[in-house]
């Protein structure tokens, strides 16, 4: 017993030793999927919110056509520190051609029914699709003719001796409950999938390199002269991959955990905990996947006559843990206990149940562990099954 496991192990630091002299392939692998996601999100998010938060802070510049037609409008926008700019051509051009983020058109019977007690309409030429900063110019633009309209309704009522609060029949009184750690979980929707993408990619290349690179390369067949077992070999060259994997995964737990300083949490009302605790359970069910992701590679890449087709085959499978992760960012989902025996599934639920600062419990915790577990060793069953085949190995 001793023996194999040794042999096993010989197996597995040589493949490791192998996997990290490759650095094109180790930079890939985990630089790619645990440092430089973490990373370009801290970035992303700190650039939007600064430019949106230096957006509302800025003066508010609106292009009008027909001020002359709503003088007061225009006397009350102006004593909101508004700078008015006069506009002149087609609203619509204007705004296709960027030129404009919003256009307020004012009609020249504006003023009549404005002082007929009839409602006057103001026009606004905006995209809703714009992107960047120019929807919070489009939201205080809104809120200001909201303002204006409010406060001359109510102006009117009172001058005919009328409560406005008649207009309110219902008072609707809200109550969030959301938590700052919820919204904050909101933002990071995405983390359990940056963690299982981490993993896949962590094991992806030496998974391909160890069956499908062996076989490109006519070395599998000197590799199998040694005197040792060919599950114990493929054992060996299974652990080396689940290293790497966990391995990628653990480093971007870390970049995750030292990146959230840098993010702007406390602007938006969020916050985040990545404790101890919390990276503790996070690693212990993410764990099992690393045995499903590298026996799912090691069966495509067995199939696989080259290293580029292995690659393009195991390139696809990272579409698998998107799949649970875009539909719980959309889909509003209870938890059942069949979801958390579900590999990929659980790890996504159990870990925005965390982020929300949920209480989770243990038997799930226990059945996202056993679910992916027993799936990765049917699946490592079956890899060692496909590497005793003499056909599928040396196929053409």
Do not use: C
């Amino acid at each position: 017993m001793n023996k194999q496991m040794q042999q096993i192990k010989t197996v597995m630091f040589k493949e490791i030793t192998d996997n990290v002299r490759d650095k094109k392939s180790l930079l890939s692998s985990i630089f790619m999927g645990a440092v430089f996601m973490p990373v370009l999100f801290v970035f992303m998010i700190n650039f939007t919110v600064n430019m949106a938060k230096d957006k509302q802070e800025s003066q508010l510049e609106i292009a009008i056509q027909g001020a002359d037609n709503a003088k007061s409008f225009i006397s009350f926008v102006k004593s909101k520190g508004v700078k008015i700019n006069e506009f002149s051509g087609d609203a619509t051009k204007a705004i296709e051609n960027k030129d404009e983020e919003a256009v307020i058109i004012i009609p020249e019977d504006f003023y009549e029914n404005f002082s007929s007690g009839i409602p006057a309409k103001i026009e606004i030429y905006y995209d809703a699709t714009a992107k960047g900063t120019t929807n919070v110019t489009q939201r205080r633009i809104k809120a200001l003719i909201s303002e204006y309209s409010n406060t001359i309704g109510m102006s009117r009522l009172q001058l005919r001796g009328i409560s406005p609060l008649l207009l309110k029949a219902i008072v609707v009184e809200k109550h969030d409950v959301s938590t700052s750690q919820s919204k904050g979980a909101r933002l990071l929707a995405f983390l359990p999938y940056a963690l299982i993408l981490g993993l896949f990619m962590g094991s992806m290349y030496l998974a391909i390199d160890t069956m499908a690179g062996e076989k490109e390369r006519n070395s599998l067949e000197a590799l199998l002269l040694n005197p040792i077992k060919r599950s114990h070999l493929l054992l060996g060259k299974l652990f080396a991959t689940i290293s790497f994997g966990l391995m990628t995964m653990i480093l971007t737990l870390i970049t995750f955990k030292l990146a959230m300083p840098f993010m702007p949490l406390e602007k938006m009302g969020m916050s985040v905990d990545l404790g101890f605790k919390t990276l503790s359970i996070m690693t212990i069910i993410l764990a099992p996947l690393a045995i499903m992701a590298a026996s799912l590679q090691t069966i495509i890449a067995t199939f696989s006559k080259s290293f580029k087709e292995a690659q393009t085959y195991v390139g696809l499978l990272i579409i698998v843990p998107m799949i649970p992760s875009i539909a719980l960012m959309i889909l509003p989902v209870k938890e059942k206990l069949w979801m958390m025996a579900t590999p990929i599934l659980s790890q996504n639920l159990i870990i925005n149940q965390i982020m929300r600062g949920e209480q989770v419990e243990v038997v799930s915790i226990i059945a996202a562990i056993v679910g992916s577990l027993l799936i990765g060793l049917i699946l490592a069953l079956v890899a060692i099954k496909l590497y005793n085949r003499e056909s599928l190995l040396f196929s053409d």
